[in-house]
């Protein structure tokens, strides 16, 4: 009898202890989620300090880049580079050079349009570059028209027949120029590759 009391007492006593157990780790549990609730709060700042940094971020870079680079590179680019491209091309004898080509259709070609009529500076020598790119036979002269057409060619300034390349000489424009032509003189060339010269002051 006396045994069966102290092992009801033990018994009793476990399930107190059990049972205080129990309250204690519902406890914790509980103040455990509401501190994790709290830990978990201090994070949404955070975020709101991260579009304080990109605000920060973006005035001082995206706005010192891009002015810096557009006006720098616009005006200094595009601007300086045409002006020197256009009015180097669109001047084309301003250099001296004048660049002509021969080719297979039997043309004189100058940046690739036809030429009938070549500009020059009274007192100004150019140096013709004739490009053969045809591979047929061409010659280039300059003369009185009727010495071209006959292809009496003997005594004028100009590049003698060859067939493929670059020749060039030199000419020094006079007034009387002005009354010449240019020509290819092989025979059957003359009709569609001469052209006048024309003489400014």
Known sequence: MPGMKINALSHARALLLAGVASLVLAACGSQGSAGSDWTVHPPEPAPSGSP????????????????????????????GGSPAASPGGSQATGDG???????????????????????????????????NEGGLEHNFYIGPPEQLQANDVAELPGVPNFTDGMQAFEYTATAETAGLEFACTVPGHYGPMHGALVVEP
């Open 97 to 131: 050079t004048i660049g002509l080509t021969e080719t297979m259709a039997v043309q004189i070609l100058r940046d690739g349009e036809q030429v009938s009529e070549i500009a020059l500076t009274e007192g100004e020598t150019y140096t013709f570059e004739i490009t």
């Open 52 to 79: 304080g940094g990109s605000p920060g971020q973006s005035p001082a870079g995206s706005p010192g880049g891009s002015p810096a680079a557009s006006p720098g590179g616009t005006p200094a680019g595009s601007p």
